[in-house]
Structures are given as C-alpha cells and as structure tokens.
C-alpha cells in the first residue's frame, strides 16, 4: 500500500473514532437527512450539524422567531428539527412534518412547548438541555432577589426622573435577607444551586419543597441549614420565596390567590422558572394590596409581556426578559447540546439528554 492511501485510510479511521457511530453510520449509507434550524443560535452549534456531513441543513437565520406558517411548511419531509421554546409542537406541526421525522430537539431545559404524547405515540425522540445552565440560572434569581429587595431598578429611576433628594432614613428600604429564611419551590439543580449561592449572604434558614417529588438528600446543599417542609408551612415562614418548578398541569397556576395569602405581607416571591406556574391576575392583586412586599419575574405569560400589562405599572413588581441563562458560554453549552441530540437522534442513537415522560 503506498503512503498516500495509507495515511487516508488511517484519516478514515481516527475520524469514525473521534466523530462516532453517528457521523460515520449516516456517512456510509451517502444519503443526507433533511435537518430545520428554526431561530439563529451559536454558531458552534450550526458547525456541528454541519461537520457531520449527513445533514441537509434548512436554516431560520433570525433573532425573531419563525411564523407558524411558515415553519407548518419548512417542516415537510424533516428527519430532524432543531427548536426553542417559541415553537409549538403539537399534532398539527408533526401531520405536517410527517411520518419520516425522527428527532425534536430543543434548545432549553423546558419542553413543556413539545407535546410528549403526540411524540411518543409517533416514535420520536425529544431532547433538551439541562444541567447547562443551572450556574448561570441560579446566579441570575440571586441577582433578581437582591434587585427586588434592595429596591434599585426603582432607587435607579429616582436618579433619573430628580426623585433623589436629602437623605432620608426610610428612604428605599426593603427587607433584609441577614438572618432571613428562603423557602424554595422545586429543589433539583438550579434550586440547590440558588441555596449555595444565597448561603454566604447569612440566610438563618432554607426551607425547601418539591410538587409531585420525594424529598431530595441535603447532603448536595453546601449549607446544613435545610430542611424539608410541606409547602403551607414553607409559605408561612419564609421572607423570600424562590420558584424553580417545572411546568405541568399540577404545577400550572400554582402560585395562585391562596399561595400569596400564606406568605407573610413583608414577603418576596422570585419566579425565574416558567411563567405559567404563576397567576398573574392574582399576583398583581397581592402586590397592589400589600399581600406581599415584592416580586421579581424572570419568566411570565406571554413572552415578551405587554408594555400595558398591570404588572408593570408596579413599583414593587422587577420584571426581566426572560434571561435567565444569557451569558455566552452558557448559551452555546444549550446550543452544542441541542446540536448532539438532534445528531444521536437522527442516528437512532440514545440522546444525551433525553426529555422523559
């Protein structure tokens, strides 16, 4: 064998080494699986896809979301889409897809957006990205908290608007979080994680509950000063309540009229896990009312909120543009992700990160 061949032959083989089963069975077979894209993401990501070399890549190359009626006829004939959470899945978009399409993958922790049903019955694999951005997550409902709290985005607009006068002793105060006790709603990664990052902050207590879930070990809580409650005595006793629940229908609407008339009146709630486990009407009425000190929102319904929602003429109400895990390499951790399972999936590989029922 001369050197030259040789040294492809041994080129061929580091590749199906170093790029997997994935890449190597779909090269074998010369046939590229049609692959939609439907927002512009990392870069990384589309590189991915392409280095593949089995895909043929439709790309929505925008920060705004696909219409649905156009996304209803770019899906036809897919083997593999690559989504976010502004697209819906549903019965409709897989009759349109069609019978070939293997893999959704998604590029967020959530897939409530994704019906498991109408996958499962269909065979479809569904993929997501946890774990990535639990850090940048939880370091953003701190910093949510401690906005809320501390009362700056409002202190910041009195700079601004001449409300800043002479130093006023109970000018801009708000409860303190020294010697406080956070109760935490949902308490698998991201809500460990806020616990940790909380903990050097002298919190006295936290005091955590999970909806449809045993009890988790504390032993992953850097602070021993943890305790299980049951959601009434959490609501009662805690000065701030984290929310980092999934979306389900037993959790849809959870922190509700009832919820707020639990918490103390000098409480603040933190919602950076869905929009929709919150009721908006009856959180906005428990903040106008003085039920509840303050809220700060990452997530709400819907996205992005009206500029003439009730909630935003609150000064007591911090609302954020769901950016919960807007930091660069997190972004394209979920990207690259989201990219690895669309591929597995195409391949008929184990995702790895599979949505699960």
Not at 167 to 177: A, F, I
Request: proline share 5%; glycine share 8%.
């Amino acid at each position: 064998m001369s050197y030259v061949p040789f040294v492809r032959l041994c080129r061929g083989f580091v590749g199906r080494q170093v790029l997997g089963p994935i890449f190597a069975r779909n090269m074998s077979n010369g046939q590229k699986q049609k692959v939609l894209v439907t927002r512009n993401v990392p870069q990384a990501a589309i590189e991915i896809i392409k280095s593949s070399q089995s895909c043929h890549l439709d790309y929505w190359n925008s920060e705004d979301p696909i219409p649905r009626d156009e996304l209803l006829k770019r899906v036809a004939g897919l083997d593999g889409l690559y989504c976010l959470l502004t697209e819906k899945i549903d019965s409709e978009l897989l009759d349109a897809a069609g019978p070939q399409l293997k893999v959704v993958s998604t590029m967020s922790v959530g897939y409530d957006h994704i019906s498991l049903p109408e996958t499962t019955k269909r065979g479809i694999a569904v993929g997501h990205t946890p774990g990535v951005l639990t850090d940048a997550t939880a370091t953003l409902t701190v910093a949510l908290l401690l906005v809320t709290q501390r009362r700056l985005i409002e202190a910041a607009g009195e700079v601004k608007n001449g409300g800043w006068g002479t130093w006023k002793p109970l000018w801009m105060c708000g409860p303190t979080l020294t010697a406080s006790t956070v109760g935490i709603v949902g308490f698998g990664r991201i809500g460990i994680a806020v616990a940790q990052r909380l903990a050097p902050f002298g919190v006295s207590r936290f005091l955590y509950c999970d909806v449809n879930k045993k009890p988790q070990s504390v032993e992953k809580l850097v602070t021993p000063n943890a305790e299980h409650v049951d959601m009434d005595t959490l609501l009662r006793e805690s000065d701030f309540v984290s929310a980092h629940t999934a979306l389900t229908l037993e959790t849809a609407g959870m922190f509700n009229k009832d919820v707020f008339s639990k918490m103390k009146r000098s409480a603040v709630f933190v919602n950076t896990s869905r929009g929709g486990v919150v009721n908006q009407e009856d959180l906005y009425e428990a903040l106008k009312s003085g039920q509840i000190w303050g809220a700060g929102l990452d997530v709400t319904v819907p996205e992005p909120l009206p500029t003439d929602h009730p909630l935003l003429s609150l000064n007591n109400c911090v609302v954020l543009p769901h950016i919960g895990s807007a930091e660069e390499s997190t972004r394209e951790a979920m990207a690259t992700l989201a990219a690895r399972n669309l591929l597995a999936g195409l391949a008929g590989e184990s995702l790895p990160a599979q949505a699960k029922l």
